[in-house]
């Protein structure tokens, strides 16, 4: 779930819990004559407090995903707002006690009820509200020659696995194929997904670390490319040449699967069990149809 996802749900689960309170102020310090009216005030309590319960589950839920995902040490405002989340806990707990339970002590219930207010208010000021404050703080996502010759792509890597580790694997991250720009509206949108966790800065090196291996992937695919297409020359011109001109070969246009049926059926003209082979197969199949994939369509 989005950081704005669950900071607007946790204002939400704030907002719920202040008219739950409100509400039982009205029942408690200024209680109405009319019976239907306290008997609509409790119901109205009751909803509410229904309602706030249900957003702080799904807020605790999420936030101990997040927090179990972590693999580097909890900050300090990290280790508050978790304090202040479980608090809250028992507290909720000790208040439906009274009330379904323990009606003695339901004069504590006001206060139970306000301290849980006010953990909740100060949990989401530390959480949501910081997060729309620093909303503005994340820019673009872009590289300039300046910003990749002072950048660290080892510090890149470990921020790729600290950070980008905690939400899906890193063979997805490292399995994507994307342009500069591409890989730029992503890491934007991971930044902004996980603020504060990955400061802009951090962006930059995980952007230019996830470039440069993309880079690397790219130069050593077409290294390996250009050594298979010339084992595929050497196997034609070492195994077909003996039976009929290289010409009548490399003329010819197939697809990869016409190519397979071709090869397989030099090879049963041959006799030779070991003519080719299945490695040898694949490797003049693959050379063969790329090449008449790369020729140009004739005109008509």
Known sequence: MSPIITSIAGLAATLTGACAMLLMLELRGNPKKDSKANQRLVKAHRVTGYIFIVFFLVIVTVMLS???????????????????????????LF???IVRRFKRFEKHVPGIGLAVFLALFLLNSMTAGYYFLHQSDIGKM??????????????????????????????????????????AETVHRMVSFDTPNISASQGEEILNYLINQQNRRERLA???????????????????????GLDRIYLAEKTYEEWGETVKNMIAYSKQKEFLSSQEQA?????????????PEKEE
């Open 66 to 92: 997040k927090a179990g995902s972590y693999q580097e040490e909890f900050s300090p405002r990290t280790i508050l707002h978790i304090s202040l989340a479980l608090l809250v806990v028992p507290l909720l």
């Open 95 to 97: 208040k439906v006690l």
């Open 142 to 183: 872009a590289l300039s020659k300046e910003d990749v010759a002072v950048l660290d792509e080892k510090q890149g890597q470990r921020l790729v696995v600290q950070k980008c580790g905690k939400c899906h694997t890193l063979e997805r991250v490292f399995k994507s194929l994307k342009t500069e720009q591409g890989w």
């Open 222 to 244: 077409a290294e390996a490319s250009g050594l298979k297409g010339k084992r595929g020359r050497n196997l034609i011109e070492q195994k077909c040449s003996f039976c009929h």
């Open 283 to 295: 490797t003049v199949v693959t050379f063969l149809s790329s090449r008449s994939s790369s020729r």
